[in-house]
């Protein structure tokens, strides 16, 4: 809308804010509206504004992105098309490639998830965090020292939830990644639940990263209202404003705002103290858009108190503005005389005594206002309550707009989006498919040359039916016709019929088709990624490698897109993380569930935006870890691979060192399995060497008392035996029967002796080979009755013995299950 007050301020007006230091002059409201007037001058220029152009690309931009563009205005011209009477009519529909390519990239920046990450850094925390590291590595290197102390003293000298790192990189890694405190923790579930209830992993997330890649430019508004409750809304990039800066970030702007739309209701409930019921009809209700559609309510004095009013859900533009200041503040400091206590008070004396001293602070200070730029009414102004304030005491004096926005490769406040980006080869693109169009339309169909001289001449004889031939029809649909080659002077006959083929269309398509291709590799190299990537990646030949490298140069190329939603979000966590310990202090309940004011009150956090890990990341990390099941099954004795995959869609660095941690235990165990197998090896043959060694020693001496044995043995029987021969000779020499009746008992005695052995050794003889006979004739029994059987069923003797072996070794596995 334009403005029908023509400002008369400069940008002296704000050189004089900033040089005066004067606080109660600058809260002043007429002061406030001399600002609000400078803001409204720069954003109601003419059509050479910076505004003016901005919005007019931004429209552009929107327009390309969402597939509306008139191509029948940006096209008829070119093709010749803009006349009165045209003889072709072409469909002016947009190809949605613009579109698409957005499409494609908002949803795969949305796959990125990230979350806010504290961290302490005042003295105390970091003291802390060292004296934890100190513990953990003297836990790491004297774990063996401490276990043989616990044991000794039947005492757990460590907590059971103490973390004892493996070695070194394992350590390095929790230090930087998992050591945190309690308070961090906490502190950290605040700013993410305070992010996530207003939305921001999701619905707008999206609207911020496809306004990073349509117009180039993203912002955010966070404030805490008077419950301590934070909000964060999303700032519509054609409504923000801003003072010029050489930084995407805008570090180095004096003000910020935007442009937003209020209810009638809402101003009323808000600004109702200084502005009367009429002057909000008389001076602010005409410029609502709803007063325009319909019929003009004339003024009642009964809406001064009514409950509900025909026009309180009328919109109005209203100008929300924050400008930043460097104020200064004297103070006078007493010292008094009797019990030298301090006193400070603000102000400049007129007059220093011996026990006073005058100090001049300066103190960054944030003063916002309202302002309805089309009535030239100032609504608010002064100094913004609820000021977002660094929480590192060093830096207290410093504040921070509440306003954050990024606007990536600045250059004159002015940037190059996706869509101005590719415009141009888009434009080739779609002026290509409508000369296709163009083209298809005033295709010739096949056709033919027809000599009606020479079909005149065709005689097809005298018969009736000859008469209704009609030449043209059958030549359309057989493509055959007879003529004579000569008339009845002898004189040659043209062919009547030729067919004509139309080759010119063809060549102008593929011409057409190449200029589209080459367009399309255009659009590529501004694009700096192939858009069909997924495409091509379902193609055999293009291998999950390649894919990688693919999607890595894409996020090279528009990478720098999505970083904007991530800079700029992480300057609103910034400021969330503020508001929240302001909020917690001060007393506000609305966060006191998470933690109390006792565990922040003395902590100084920092605050950052962490990445979560992308799905091609944990789906690397999971197939390296398949790789290694199916390599080494038993790793799964060491590795729980759900817990891999779990640990890393938090932090991936984290789950590569357990995976890597867990492979170590497995190759040591391994390696210590290997050294006990050997040992027991080395163990079992020098066992067996001395067992060998023994058993030689017992086998020689078994040797030697065998062979004592034989001989005593041999000695006794030689002795027998020639006593025995003594004897005989001696029977036989002796005649006369006496000197046997002296000798026969010694020979009682010595006969069995020899005797008995013999006759047992008989016995056992004739025993053995009995029972080696009987066992054959059960054996050859045997073999009949399976050469029988083997005959009954038709098969061979080994056939049957193998099956009867089978029931055999079936049997006791039967009994086994029955058992």
Same mark, same amino acid.
């Given at each position: 809308m334009d403005n029908q007050y023509s400002s008369t301020e400069s940008g002296q007006v704000l050189k004089d804010f900033q040089m005066s230091s004067d606080i109660k002059e600058k809260r002043e409201l007429s002061y406030g509206k001399k600002i609000a007037q400078y803001i409204s001058g720069t954003i109601s220029g003419s059509t050479t504004g910076y505004y003016f152009l901005r919005n007019n690309r931004f429209s552009i931009n929107r327009r390309w992105a969402s597939g509306k563009m008139d191509i029948q205005a940006m096209f008829q011209d070119r093709l010749e098309l803009n006349g009165k009477i045209n003889y072709i009519n072409l469909s002016y529909k947009c190809i949605m490639l613009v579109n698409?390519?957005?499409?494609?990239?908002?949803?795969?920046?949305?796959?990125? @998830?990230?979350?806010?990450?504290?961290t302490a850094i005042d003295s105390l925390s970091v003291k802390e965090k060292n004296r934890q590291y100190e513990e953990a590595e003297y836990l790491m290197n004297d774990k063996e020292n401490v276990a043989a102390l616990e044991e000794a003293g039947g005492v757990n000298l460590v907590p059971p939830d103490q973390f004892i790192p493996e070695d070194k990189s394992e350590l390095e890694l929790w230090a930087s990644e998992e050591q945190r405190l309690p308070e961090e923790i906490l502190f950290e579930e605040g700013s993410n639940e305070a992010l996530e209830s207003c939305g921001w992993f999701d619905v707008l997330k999206e609207k911020m990263l496809h306004d990073s890649a349509e117009v180039g430019f993203v912002g955010t508004y966070t404030w805490m209202d008077k419950?301590?409750?934070?909000?964060?809304?999303?700032?519509?990039?054609?409504?923000?404003?801003?003072?010029?800066?050489?930084?995407p970030d805008f570090r180095d702007t004096t003000w910020r705002g935007q442009v937003?739309?209020?209810?009638?209701?809402?101003?009323?409930?808000?600004?109702?103290?200084?502005?009367?019921?009429?002057?909000?009809?008389?001076?602010?209700?005409?410029?609502?858009?709803?007063?325009?559609?319909?019929?003009?309510? %004339?003024?009642?004095?009964?809406?001064?108190?009514?409950?509900?009013?025909?026009?309180?859900?009328?919109?109005?533009?209203?100008?929300?503005?924050?400008?930043?200041?460097?104020?200064?503040?004297?103070?006078?400091?007493?010292?008094?005389?009797?019990?030298?206590?301090t006193l400070i008070r603000k102000g400049t004396p007129t007059k220093l005594e011996d026990n006073q001293e005058y100090i001049e602070g300066s103190t960054w200070n944030i003063y916002e206002g309202y302002y309805v730029r089309t009535a030239d009414i100032m609504l608010q102004w002064g100094i913004k309550t609820n000021m977002i304030r660094p929480q590192d005491p060093k830096e207290i004096g410093n504040a921070e707009f509440s306003f954050s926005f990024y606007m990536y490769q600045n250059q004159?406040?002015?940037?190059?989006?996706?869509?101005?980006?590719?415009?141009?080869?888009?434009?080739?693109?779609?002026?290509?498919?409508?000369?296709?169009?163009?083209?298809?339309?005033?295709?010739?169909?096949?056709?033919?040359?027809? @000599?009606?001289?020479?079909?005149?001449?065709?005689?097809?004889?005298?018969?009736?039916?000859?008469?209704?031939?009609?030449?043209?029809?059958?030549?359309?649909?057989?493509?055959?016709?007879?003529?004579?080659? %000569?008339?009845?002077?002898?004189?040659?006959?043209p062919i009547p019929i030729t067919e004509l083929s139309n080759t010119g269309f063809l060549g102008q398509m593929q011409g057409l088709v190449q200029q589209y291709e080459f367009q399309y590799q255009v659009l590529k190299?501004?694009?700096?990624?192939?858009?069909?990537?997924?495409?091509?990646?379902?193609?055999?030949?293009?291998?999950?490698?390649?894919?990688?490298?693919?999607?890595?140069?894409?996020?090279?190329?528009?990478?720098?897109?999505?970083?904007?939603?991530?800079?700029?979000?992480?300057?609103?966590?910034?400021?969330?993380?503020?508001?929240?310990?302001?909020?917690?202090?001060?007393?506000?309940?609305?966060?006191?569930?998470?933690?109390?004011?006792?565990?922040?009150? @003395?902590?100084?956090?920092?605050?950052?935006?962490?990445?979560?890990?992308?799905?091609?990341?944990?789906?690397?990390?999971?197939?390296?870890?398949?790789?290694?099941?199916?390599?080494?099954p038993d790793?799964?004795?060491?590795?729980?691979?759900?817990?891999?995959?779990?640990?890393?869609?938090?932090?991936?660095?984290?789950?590569?060192?357990?995976?890597?941690?867990?492979?170590?235990?497995?190759?040591?165990?391994?390696?210590?399995?290997?050294?006990? @197998?050997?040992?027991?090896?080395?163990?079992?043959?020098?066992?067996?060497?001395?067992?060998?060694?023994?058993?030689?020693?017992?086998?020689?001496?078994?040797?030697?008392?065998?062979?004592?044995?034989?001989?005593?043995?041999?000695?006794?029987?030689?002795?027998?035996i020639e006593l025995l021969k003594g004897f005989m000779q001696v029977v036989a020499k002796d005649e006369s029967g006496q000197l046997i009746n002296t000798l026969m008992p010694a020979i009682q005695q010595l006969v069995p002796n020899i005797t008995i052995p013999l006759m047992q050794e008989n016995k056992q003889m004739v025993q053995g080979i009995q029972e080696q006979e009987k066992a054959e004739g059960e054996q050859a029994i045997q073999q009949q009755q399976i050469e029988e059987e083997a005959a009954k069923r038709g098969i061979s003797p080994e056939e049957l013995m193998q099956q009867l072996n089978q029931q055999q070794s079936q049997q006791p596995n039967q009994n086994q299950q029955a058992a």
């Open positions: 698409t390519i957005i499409s494609r990239l908002v949803g795969r920046w949305m796959s990125q @998830n990230e979350k806010i990450s504290i419950d301590g409750v934070i909000h964060v809304d999303w700032v519509k990039p054609e409504n923000a404003l801003y003072s010029f800066s050489e930084y937003i739309s209020i209810k009638i209701s809402a101003i009323r409930a808000r600004w109702g103290n200084i502005l009367t019921e009429k002057q909000i009809w008389e001076d602010i209700c005409p410029l609502a858009k709803e007063y325009q559609l319909g019929d003009k309510i %004339r003024w009642n004095n009964d809406w001064t108190t009514s409950f509900m009013r025909p026009y309180d859900e009328w919109n109005v533009d209203i100008i929300h503005f924050q400008l930043r200041s460097l104020d200064k503040e004297p103070v006078t400091v007493t010292t008094t005389k009797k019990n030298k206590s004159d406040m002015r940037n190059l989006a996706l869509p101005e980006k590719i415009e141009a080869p888009v434009e080739m693109m779609i002026g290509t498919c409508l000369k296709m169009q163009q083209t298809i339309a005033k295709m010739r169909p096949t056709g033919a040359a027809i @000599n009606w001289d020479a079909l005149q001449e065709i005689d097809f004889g005298l018969g009736d039916d000859n008469k209704t031939i009609n030449t043209k029809k059958l030549f359309d649909q057989t493509g055959d016709i007879y003529y004579r080659g %000569r008339d009845a002077e002898g004189n040659p006959i190299n501004e694009l700096g990624e192939d858009p069909n990537l997924i495409s091509q990646a379902a193609t055999p030949r293009v291998t999950s490698s390649n894919i990688q490298v693919s999607r890595q140069e894409a996020e090279f190329a528009t990478g720098y897109m999505r970083n904007a939603y991530v800079d700029c979000m992480e300057q609103t966590a910034k400021k969330v993380s503020c508001l929240l310990k302001t909020s917690v202090i001060f007393g506000a309940k609305a966060y006191r569930h998470i933690f109390k004011e006792k565990d922040i009150s @003395n902590k100084v956090f920092s605050t950052e935006i962490k990445m979560l890990p992308t799905e091609a990341e944990i789906a690397e990390l999971q197939n390296m870890v398949n790789e290694a099941i199916a390599a080494t790793i799964v004795l060491y590795l729980d691979p759900f817990k891999v995959i779990r640990m890393a869609k938090q932090n991936v660095k984290k789950a590569e060192v357990y995976f890597r941690s867990c492979m170590k235990k497995m190759i040591q165990s391994k390696k210590d399995e290997a050294q006990q @197998n050997s040992e027991m090896n080395a163990k079992a043959q020098q066992e067996s060497l001395q067992a060998k060694a023994q058993g030689d020693m017992q086998l020689e001496q078994m040797k030697a008392d065998i062979s004592m044995k034989t001989k005593d043995f041999d000695a006794t029987k030689t002795k027998e």
